[in-house]
C-alpha cells in the first residue's frame, strides 16, 4: 500500500514561486499516473495537472498552463510541481494523487484514484 506525504506549502507573494512535492513510500510510483489537484474553500476540487507513468504525457489545467510545471523523480520516488506567477486565486489545499494506468489522463473521475496525499495548505497573499 502507498502513503503519500506532501511537503513544500506554506505562504507566498503574489508573483512567487513554490515548488510543492509528493514523496511516496511503501511501494513505487513507476507504474502509476500522477496528478495534482487542489481545492479552495466552498470549491470543488479540480484536477491541475498530470504525468504518465513514463513521462511521455503530460496534462495541464487551462489555468495553470504556463505557469505549473509537473515533473517526476523516479530514484527518489517522488512527483513535483514546481508553481510560478502564483496569484491569490491559486490559494487552496493542494493534493497528489497516484492511479493506476495512464489512460484519460487529466480526465479520470476522482473516486477512481488509488492513492492521495494529506493535503498542504498554499496561501498566496501580500
Known amino acids: 500500500q502507498l502513503q503519500l506525504v506532501e511537503s513544500g506549502g506554506g505562504l507566498v507573494q503574489p508573483g512567487g514561486s513554490l515548488r510543492l512535492s509528493c514523496a511516496a513510500s511503501?511501494?513505487?510510483?513507476?507504474?502509476?499516473?500522477k496528478c495534482w489537484f487542489r481545492q479552495a474553500p466552498g470549491k470543488e476540487r479540480e484536477v491541475l495537472s498530470c504525468?504518465?507513468?513514463?513521462?511521455?504525457?503530460?496534462y495541464y489545467a487551462d489555468s495553470v498552463k504556463g505557469r505549473f510545471t509537473i515533473s517526476r523523480d523516479n530514484a527518489k520516488n517522488t512527483v513535483y510541481l514546481q508553481m510560478n506567477s502564483l496569484r491569490p486565486e491559486d490559494t487552496a489545499v493542494y493534493y497528489c494523487?497516484?492511479?493506476?494506468?495512464?489512460?484519460?489522463?487529466?480526465?479520470?473521475?476522482?473516486?477512481?484514484?488509488?492513492?492521495w496525499g494529506q493535503g498542504a495548505q498554499v496561501t498566496v497573499s501580500s
Open positions: 504525468i504518465s507513468s513514463s513521462a511521455g504525457a503530460t
Open positions: 511503501g511501494g513505487t510510483l513507476d507504474y502509476y499516473a
Open positions: 494523487a497516484a492511479i493506476f494506468g495512464d489512460y484519460g489522463l487529466g480526465s479520470r473521475p476522482l473516486r477512481d484514484y488509488d492513492y
